[in-house]
């Protein structure tokens, strides 16, 4: 495994686990290197965020319900734990927070922590100090519009002429706002969706630390 140092961040440690090839075992790795530096790091708050629209890693660490109804699908279709902010309401997946980036950037009055998940509450095996930013099938519906929206010209955009950017780094965004608060040791894993997409690009952006998973 290759890791590469891309860049210091206002947190403790940030790292895109990235192949572009599928089935190399990066969702694999990603689940057991949060888990295992989240048991020997009790202090410190943990976070994976779901990248992949195969939402393989959510899966795991969430599972099903007593009804054998998988919390992913509901949680992605805001059957339950659906964000509302203002009139709208927003899945807690990484698809959802994108929406609302991309409608109206990251809002001073919207913590972003509203959209993680404690895993321990959905399995009681994890880690306590464990987070999910879960992942969404429609990520890639997502993708186009993001696209779209990233190329626009500054006479058009919300974001004036820092579209690309803004939109490039809108989960490193996502990421520092959680970080710059008080009292929280923050360190992230990305599990990076294996296209080269702009979901990728995003993902990759946010980190501080690039691991790519070598066949």
């Known amino acids: 495994m290759e890791v590469v140092d891309k860049q210091e961040m206002p947190l403790e440690g940030s790292y895109a686990i990235w192949n572009n090839r599928g089935g190399s075992g990066k969702t694999t790795l990603t689940y057991h ?24 890693l959510s899966h795991a660490l ?23 902010f203002g009139e709208q309401k927003f899945a807690k997946t990484v698809s959802g927070y994108l929406d609302l980036y991309s409608s109206q950037g990251l809002p001073n009055n919207v913590d972003p922590r509203t959209f993680l998940l404690n895993v321990s509450k959905f399995n009681a095996q994890l880690p306590r100090n464990l987070y999910l930013l879960c992942g969404d099938a429609s990520i890639e519906l997502i993708a186009r519009s993001l696209e779209q929206k990233r190329n626009q010209t500054a006479s ?12 490039t780094t809108s989960l490193k965004q996502f990421i520092g706002k959680i970080a ?19 979901i990728s690009e995003i993902a990759l952006a946010a980190c501080g630390y690039f ?5």
């Open 33 to 56: 290197l949060a888990i295992k530096f989240a048991l020997k790091n009790p202090d410190k708050t943990i976070l994976l965020i779901d990248m992949c629209p195969q939402t393989d």
């Open 62 to 84: 969430l599972g099903d319900d007593e009804h054998k109804q998988d919390h992913v699908s509901q949680i992605g279709t805001m059957k339950k734990d659906a964000m509302v």
């Open 156 to 167: 058009v955009s919300q974001f004036g002429a820092q579209a690309w950017k803004s939109i």
């Open 180 to 198: 710059a608060r008080k009292g929280i040791k923050l360190v992230v894993f990305i599990d990076v969706h294996s296209s080269c997409s702009i």
């Open 211 to 215: 691991a790519n998973k070598l066949l």
